[in-house]
């Protein structure tokens, strides 16, 4: 569509008014030689193409929109380059015309032609010549001014329409304020949040529909805030919003801000989510080679074909957690949630709302939204529910109802929800002994044990220890920004032939103190953690009992006069007077034990 298209009612009156001022006929083209308006003969052409259409043709109207510049016609008649009408077998009578560019912005719009039909109106064309020029051209800057201000306007609409999409699209409720604070624009999401409509936000005060919003501020100093927290209590009810303010400026003035916000639990929402679906963890996450590790490894990967119900056995720190996560990242399920929920860590008052959510006005303290449970979070991914063996009786059965027909009711709530969810669940209990002493439900267990997978504890796996210690201590560099290169041989021993009862964590630990620790490139027994070096101690007293009574004296006599040498920087004076030694006689003992 042409620029002058977009104003025909004004061209036509441009044209008439003109005609009436002049009189002559005048005919308005567009760029195209589309024609737009005119008087007499060519009023009944609006719509039609003069010249055919051709721009390139030698023609009159094509030749001054490729030139830009107004042409006179004095013998229409007997002009070459003109385009006589034909009505029949009759050509018309043109006799003569001014044909003046319309000219924006550099650019060739259209064409205005004043035309003499009558000797009396060719006379005016020849005889007045300049003052129909001057005028016609004044007339084409007017055509052109008004066809730049309906372009700025289509343009304004254009950006308006877009900001409006904007501001829908957006998920965060939106209010731009005057700088008075006064609303003058918002988004429907913002009146969501606040249970109304945008009618009734704009216009009013930003301290009469969020009180004591630091917002005002922003409009004296002009420094904005990013995600604060922030609590506004409006006609009784309570809005718990994470807030960015921002200023706009005009110049070096305030023009007003703009406030985006989200309902908190909508962003603990999206956090959780971020968290549980991007922090992804495979089977080729596991570390260990042992025979062990890699048939659990294996009977993962086999698992995560299906959607039955898997129970994770193992001791506490073996990794439940990270099998949990790469069978399901290893399903069909890898695109949606995974959601953790640690049974043993949730008081028992509050794990039925953690677990199934509750409906508005459920309980005191209850939001008054309500509140979505772990079991929604995860419709259609996974919940891996942790240390089950904690679970309340009676819990255990919604649990097993959930797990047999894939619905429940929230707490306080009649509407059933259904969901698909596929669970796991971890222990480091013995769950046959708790359905002994009355502790879990026999039926729940063998609903959740479909699939059982156990989890092999460090000191079966030993083949795996300096794999894993080595792939903590690149972590943990990291982490720290240091350049520990190795351990020393006596601590890669002592882990090698430690029972690990904490498993993967407690090595895990180990390594991390080891790494703070350390002041050289190298993690020595210095840097071991004492709870382990009393353990090994305690161990190896005990692994020393079946020898002989006078070596096991030696070798408690090295241990104390090792540990007196370290604690007085190996002065041989001070430990010999502080065990009642000669010095002689702690020279030969240290000869005798081979200490060095």
Same mark, same amino acid.
């Given at each position: 569509?042409?620029?002058?298209?977009?104003? /025909?009612?004004?061209?036509?009156?441009?044209?008439?008014?003109?005609?009436?001022? @002049?009189?002559?006929?005048?005919?308005?083209?567009?760029?195209? $030689?589309?024609?737009?308006?005119?008087?007499?003969?060519?009023?009944?052409?609006?719509?039609?193409?003069?010249?055919?259409?051709?721009?390139? =043709?030698?023609?009159?109207?094509?030749?001054?929109?490729?030139?830009?510049?107004?042409?006179? +016609?004095?013998?229409?008649?007997? !002009?070459?380059? !003109?385009?006589?009408? @034909?009505?029949?077998?009759?050509?018309?009578?043109?006799?003569?015309?001014?044909?003046?560019?319309?000219?924006?912005?550099?650019?060739?719009?259209?064409?205005?032609?004043?035309?003499?039909?009558?000797?009396?109106?060719?006379?005016?064309?020849?005889?007045?010549?300049?003052?129909?020029?001057?005028?016609?051209?004044?007339?084409?800057?007017?055509?052109?001014?008004?066809? %730049?201000?309906?372009?700025?306007?289509?343009?304004?609409?254009?950006?308006?329409?877009?900001?409006?999409?904007?501001?829908?699209?957006?998920?965060? =409720?939106?209010?731009?304020?005057?700088?008075? =604070?006064?609303?003058?624009?918002?988004?429907?999401?913002?009146?969501?949040?606040? =249970?109304?409509?945008?009618?009734?936000?704009?216009?009013?005060?930003?301290?009469?529909?969020?009180?004591?919003?630091?917002?005002?501020? @922003?409009? %004296?100093?002009?420094?904005?805030?990013?995600?604060?927290?922030?609590?506004?209590?409006?006609?009784?009810?309570?809005?718990?919003?994470?807030?960015?303010?921002?200023?706009?400026? #005009?110049?070096?003035?305030?023009?007003?801000?703009?406030?985006?916000?989200?309902?908190?639990?909508?962003?603990?929402?999206? @956090?959780?989510?971020?968290?549980?679906?991007?922090?992804?963890?495979?089977?080729?996450?596991?570390?260990?080679?042992?025979?062990?590790?890699?048939?659990?490894?294996?009977?993962?990967?086999?698992?995560?074909? #299906?959607?039955?119900?898997?129970?994770?056995?193992?001791?506490?720190?073996?990794?439940?957690?990270?099998?949990?996560?790469?069978?399901?990242?290893?399903?069909?399920?890898?695109?949606?949630?995974?959601?953790?929920?640690?049974?043993?860590?949730?008081?028992?008052?509050?794990?039925?709302?953690? $677990?199934?959510?509750?409906?508005?006005?459920?309980?005191?303290?209850?939001?008054?939204?309500?509140?979505?449970?772990?079991?929604?979070?995860?419709?259609?991914?996974?919940?891996?529910?942790?240390?089950?063996?904690?679970?309340?009786?009676?819990?255990?059965?919604?649990?097993?109802?959930?797990?047999?027909?894939?619905?429940?009711?929230?707490?306080?709530?009649?509407?059933?929800?259904?969901?698909?969810?596929?669970?796991?669940?971890?222990?480091?209990?013995?769950?046959?002994?708790?359905?002994?002493?009355?502790?879990? *439900?026999?039926? &729940?267990?063998?609903?959740?044990?479909?699939?059982?997978?156990?989890?092999?504890?460090?000191?079966? *796996? /030993?083949? %795996?220890?300096?794999?894993?210690? !080595?792939?903590?201590?690149?972590?943990?560099?990291?982490?720290?920004?240091?350049?520990?290169?190795?351990?020393?041989?006596? +601590?890669?021993?002592?882990?090698?032939?430690?029972?690990?009862?904490?498993? +993967?964590?407690?090595?895990?630990?180990?390594?991390? !103190?080891?790494?703070?620790?350390?002041?050289?490139?190298?993690?020595?027994?210095?840097?071991?953690?004492?709870?382990?070096?009393?353990?090994?101690?305690?161990?190896?007293?005990?692994?020393?009992? %079946?020898?002989?009574?006078?070596?096991?004296?030696?070798?408690?006599?090295?241990?104390?006069?090792?540990?007196?040498?370290?604690?007085?920087?190996?002065?041989?004076?001070?430990?010999?007077?502080? &065990?009642?030694? #000669?010095?002689?006689? $702690?020279?030969?003992?240290?000869?005798? $034990?081979?200490?060095?």
């Amino acid at each position: 569509m042409s620029v002058l298209s977009g104003i /025909k009612e004004s061209v036509q009156q441009v044209a008439e008014a003109i005609s009436i001022a @002049v009189g002559l006929e005048v005919e308005i083209v567009d760029n195209k $030689l589309r024609i737009l308006g005119g008087t007499g003969y060519y009023h009944g052409r609006i719509g039609k193409e003069e010249e055919d259409g051709n721009l390139e =043709g030698n023609y009159l109207y094509a030749s001054v929109l490729r030139t830009g510049k107004t042409q006179y +016609v004095e013998d229409a008649q007997n !002009y070459k380059g !003109y385009d006589m009408p @034909v009505v029949g077998n009759t050509r018309l009578g043109e006799l003569a015309e001014i044909c003046t560019p319309i000219i924006l912005k550099g650019d060739i719009i259209g064409i205005i032609g004043l035309v003499a039909f009558t000797e009396e109106q060719r006379h005016i064309i020849l005889y007045k010549r300049e003052s129909m020029t001057v005028f016609v051209e004044k007339m084409a800057d007017l055509l052109a001014a008004k066809a %730049d201000q309906q372009a700025s306007l289509e343009n304004a609409e254009v950006i308006r329409d877009e900001m409006s999409t904007v501001l829908e699209t957006a998920h965060e =409720g939106i209010f731009a304020l005057d700088r008075k =604070g006064y609303v003058k624009h918002c988004n429907n999401r913002a009146a969501a949040l606040f =249970g109304t409509n945008k009618g009734d936000l704009i216009e009013r005060h930003i301290s009469s529909i969020m009180p004591g919003s630091p917002a005002i501020k @922003v409009l %004296d100093t002009g420094r904005g805030y990013i995600e604060n927290e922030e609590i506004f209590k409006v006609d009784g009810k309570q809005h718990h919003f994470i807030v960015t303010v921002k200023p706009f400026m #005009s110049g070096d003035e305030i023009d007003g801000v703009v406030i985006s916000f989200r309902d908190i639990e909508e962003a603990q929402k999206l @956090v959780y989510n971020f968290n549980t679906r991007k922090i992804k963890n495979t089977v080729d996450d596991i570390i260990g080679i042992s025979e062990n590790i890699m048939l659990a490894k294996k009977q993962a990967l086999i698992t995560a074909r #299906s959607n039955s119900t898997v129970l994770i056995t193992g001791e506490s720190g073996t990794g439940k957690e990270m099998f949990a996560k790469a069978i399901h990242y290893a399903s069909a399920r890898e695109d949606k949630p995974f959601v953790t929920v640690n049974c043993g860590a949730i008081p028992e008052n509050l794990l039925e709302s953690e $677990l199934f959510g509750y409906e508005k006005g459920a309980f005191t303290g209850a939001s008054e939204k309500g509140k979505e449970g772990k079991f929604e979070l995860a419709d259609g991914g996974t919940i891996f529910l942790d240390e089950i063996g904690d679970m309340p009786l009676h819990l255990q059965v919604k649990i097993l109802h959930v797990l047999q027909n894939m619905r429940f009711d929230r707490v306080g709530g009649s509407k059933s929800i259904l969901v698909d969810v596929r669970v796991i669940a971890a222990t480091n209990k013995d769950l046959e002994k708790l359905i002994e002493e009355g502790r879990f *439900r026999e039926d &729940l267990y063998y609903r959740l044990s479909v699939i059982p997978l156990s989890i092999p504890p460090l000191r079966e *796996r /030993k083949d %795996d220890i300096k794999l894993l210690m !080595y792939h903590f201590l690149k972590k943990y560099n990291s982490f720290m920004n240091k350049n520990i290169e190795k351990f020393s041989p006596e +601590v890669e021993e002592l882990y090698m032939n430690h029972d690990w009862p904490g498993n +993967v964590r407690e090595l895990e630990n180990a390594v991390e !103190y080891g790494t703070n620790m350390a002041f050289g490139n190298v993690i020595t027994m210095e840097e071991v953690p004492a709870r382990i070096l009393r353990k090994e101690e305690e161990m190896d007293r005990f692994r020393n009992l %079946d020898r002989p009574l006078a070596e096991q004296v030696k070798l408690y006599e090295k241990e104390i006069i090792t540990k007196k040498l370290k604690q007085h920087n190996g002065v041989k004076e001070t430990v010999a007077k502080e &065990l009642g030694l #000669s010095r002689a006689t $702690l020279y030969r003992k240290l000869a005798e $034990l081979d200490i060095n």
